[in-house]
């Protein structure tokens, strides 16, 4: 069901080939907004493969498929100078690319906290810089970030920080952006069946489950449907603030 109407607006949504961010992105779509599917472009192909069957299932001319790596500011700024030319500006940003790479932080290698840092943090910055330049005034930014970045759980300093830091992030954002009417905000999952999260063990899945009122994992449309509210009219009274989506998992 529609509950939504973004006829006339563009959405731009990070890490939108699989997972959550093609949720996202293909209900943004089908509520009538253009999308831009972004994705990293890696070394096997992989991201690409899946972000041009997500665009063959979506109506042609509604989604404009374009590669960067969130990392590099160079790029993300030529992917925004890009979309502007293309379709003149962006109405929704969703910050939604990000990696897992788990390890206490005894064995954790620097490798893996640069990594994890660069591509769910510092990427989110290179795209709100980047981005706020080419985003219409009343737009919308909402940032994926996690109730790892609430709570903190072991084996997951790199991505517990770099959420904790897209969180503070948003509430600068809320603040600097407000003149404009752009609100700004973030959505924290609790766990959510995605192909990320197909390693972990059948008796730490239930062992999740059991502290879940709800009592089930979260389903990318669980995601998505938060995110398109705070990216609506409705929620145009919202900004700085972080909405945990936990199934009822307290923090």
């Known amino acids: 069901m529609i509950r939504y109407d973004f006829a006339g607006k563009v959405a731009l949504v990070t890490g939108s080939s699989r997972g959550?961010?093609?949720e996202i992105l293909s209900r943004f779509v089908a509520a009538g907004a253009t999308g831009v599917l972004h994705y990293w472009d890696d070394p096997d192909g992989v991201n690409k493969r899946d972000a041009d069957a997500l665009a063959a299932t979506?109506?042609?001319?509604?989604?404009?498929?374009?590669?960067?790596d969130v990392r590099d500011a160079g790029q993300i700024e030529k992917l925004m100078a890009e979309v502007k030319q293309r379709l003149g500006g962006i109405d929704i940003l969703v910050n939604n690319a990000g990696i897992l790479k788990d390890r206490t932080l005894r064995k954790m290698t620097l490798d893996e906290w640069h990594a994890v840092i660069s591509t769910n943090l510092t990427g989110v910055f290179h795209c709100c810089k980047y981005g706020a330049e080419i985003l219409r005034d009343g737009g919308r930014i909402v940032s994926i970030a996690s109730v790892a970045g609430l709570a903190g759980f072991p084996g997951q300093t790199n991505?517990?920080?770099?959420?904790?830091?897209?969180?503070?992030?948003?509430?600068?954002?809320?603040?600097?952006?407000?003149?404009?009417?752009?609100?700004?905000?973030?959505?924290?999952?609790?766990?959510?069946?995605?192909?990320?999260?197909?390693?972990?063990?059948?008796?730490?899945r239930a062992e999740y489950v059991k502290q879940?009122?709800?009592?089930?994992?979260?389903?990318?449309?669980d995601i998505a449907?938060?995110?398109?509210?705070?990216a609506s009219e409705e929620s145009?009274?919202?900004?700085?603030?972080?909405?945990?989506?936990?199934?009822?998992?307290l923090v």
């Not at 449907?225 to 705070?230: C, D, I, R, Y």
């Not at 145009?236 to 998992?249: C, D, F, H, N, R």
């Open 236 to 249: 145009g009274y919202i900004t700085g603030q972080v909405l945990p989506v936990t199934g009822g998992w």
């Open 58 to 68: 979506l109506p042609a001319g509604k989604v404009h498929a374009l590669a960067a």
């Open 159 to 204: 991505y517990a920080a770099a959420k904790a830091g897209v969180i503070g992030l948003t509430r600068v954002l809320g603040k600097e952006l407000a003149k404009r009417g752009i609100t700004a905000n973030a959505v924290a999952p609790g766990v959510v069946e995605t192909q990320m999260m197909a390693d972990i063990k059948e008796e730490m």
């Open 212 to 221: 879940i009122p709800m009592g089930r994992f979260a389903k990318p449309a």
């Open 225 to 230: 449907n938060t995110v398109l509210f705070l």
């Open 20 to 22: 959550i961010g093609a």
